[in-house]
């Protein structure tokens, strides 16, 4: 949904992404010690499972993207999941791209890691269930809007002939934003239920 | 596969490199000739038994081939009420898919084969901070085993007569579904973590150094990169 193939941007637009990913990651890589690297791993292969469903919208379906939620239980670290998961869809599936990786990464994790940090705190506060569901619901949504918003720029900065197409994009991440707005408050709902640990990026 | 590198750390570089190259192509014909080469190199090699994986299309790719004739200015090929597809439009439209579909097979072809898993002493010799590579081996090794968890979920889902559909009564299915997911993957991770710790782990993986890329290597890995750089020095000119 929000994978740039190769062959599209512009060197700029690349090398920027490249740059602006490489400083996300080593944020990621910094806050993460050697205890903490098995839990980033196995959950980001989780979400990776995740967003392989088909999750029905009207006559299509769309896969989810869970970067809010990932920012709720990574913080930064949503940074290095991303562009790991990101790596091995090339690898094992030919989808996404080469040299879009660092722009794809970006794109994907920084609106997860800024609402879910943002908001992630209050959602582990709120005590009770309908607020915190609005929370998750939000931070999901508003991820998805912000990635659309952010591939949108990435397209806009490559071309100016794109421009049409960057304009109305946003609109099209309309649905996704929905499906994911009442996943993500399910899965956290689920997790304060169950695991109200797992909300937190840091280990206890 | 003859050309490409048996050396992973050669084969990574060499593929990064004439993609790179590839997608800052701008004429046509060369892109076709790219195309033409990676089709023959994708023909080649083993991945072409996972061909339908490649015929996945993003939706606003799809909207950017649509938009493209009508956006760029030229001479106009129709007209549809005011908008006027013109000839350097369709030109644009079809180099991008030129590219793409060259990168698409080039990056099947040459890394289609490569498990992930394996990658770990490739990455570091690549220069791939260690943390980084930690963690992608270990994403690689669980995404199977995790995905196959998932799939027992959505079948016991299903024979408990579960049918996806556009409403809430999914969404909370799956969320609960991927809920599940996470609380089993916190569980796994913990487990693991313990297995390292008891096994002497102290926070290095041991990679035992690669051995120097062979001849062949070098000859496999200079001519796919120089190959794209060439192609993209005749672009220039």
Not at chain 1, 41 to 50: K, V
Not at chain 1, 163 to 169: D, I, K, Q, R
Not at chain 2, 45 to 66: I, K, N, T
Not at chain 2, 175 to 194: F, Y
Request: hydrophobic share 55%; charged share 15%; glycine share 10%.
């Amino acid at each position: 949904m929000a994978h740039i193939p190769d062959g599209i941007l512009s060197a700029p637009v690349l090398i920027g992404g490249g740059l602006l990913a490489a400083g996300g990651v080593a944020l990621a890589v910094r806050g993460l010690d050697d205890r903490a690297i098995p839990r980033t791993a196995i959950l980001s292969a989780a979400f990776f499972a995740g967003s392989l469903i088909a999750v029905p919208m009207g006559p299509t379906s769309i896969h989810l993207l869970l970067s809010g939620l990932m920012g709720i239980m990574l913080g930064a670290g949503a940074f290095a999941a991303v562009l790991v998961a990101l790596a091995l869809q090339v690898l094992l599936f030919g989808f996404g791209g080469l040299t879009t990786l660092g722009v794809n990464t970006v794109n994907i994790a920084l609106p997860g890691v800024l609402f879910g940090m943002a908001l992630g705190p209050a959602i582990c506060e709120a005590r009770a269930p309908a607020l915190r569901a609005l929370l998750a619901g939000a931070v999901g949504a508003l991820s998805v809007l912000g990635t659309g918003a952010l591939v949108a720029l990435s397209l806009a900065l490559s071309g100016s002939e794109y421009t049409p197409v960057a304009s109305v994009l946003v609109a099209t991440y309309l649905p996704l934003a929905l499906g994911e707005a009442f996943v993500t408050a399910t899965i956290v709902a689920f997790l304060a239920r169950v695991q109200p640990d797992a909300l937190r990026p840091a280990l206890p | 596969m003859i050309l490409a590198p048996t050396d992973l750390r050669l084969r990574l570089a060499a593929t990064s490199i004439a993609v790179a190259c590839l997608s800052q192509l701008r004429s046509p014909a060369i892109a076709a000739a790219a195309l033409a080469v990676a089709l023959a190199l994708w023909l080649a090699s083993p991945a072409r038994r996972h061909g339908h994986r490649l015929l996945h299309v993003e939706g606003f790719v799809l909207l950017l081939f649509l938009t493209l004739p009508f956006t760029v200015k030229g001479a106009p090929v129709f007209t549809i009420g005011p908008l006027a597809a013109s000839a350097e439009g369709f030109a644009r439209a079809a180099l991008v898919a030129l590219k793409m579909s060259a990168a698409l097979l080039l990056v099947a072809a040459l890394l289609g084969d490569l498990e992930p898993a394996r990658l770990g002493g490739a990455l570091r010799g690549l220069r791939v901070p260690e943390p980084v590579v930690r963690l992608f081996v270990l994403t690689a090794r669980y995404v199977g085993l995790i995905r196959d968890e998932a799939r027992r979920l959505r079948e016991a889902m299903r024979v408990r007569a579960f049918r996806p559909r556009t409403d809430r009564h999914t969404w909370r299915s799956y969320g609960n579904l991927i809920g599940m997911l996470l609380v089993r993957a916190l569980d796994r991770a913990r487990r693991v973590e313990e297995a390292m710790a008891c096994r002497g782990y102290d926070g290095r993986f041991p990679y035992a150094p690669l051995p120097a890329p062979l001849l062949r290597d070098w000859a496999g890995f200079a001519l796919l990169a120089g190959g794209g750089i060439l192609a993209l020095a005749m672009d220039i000119a």
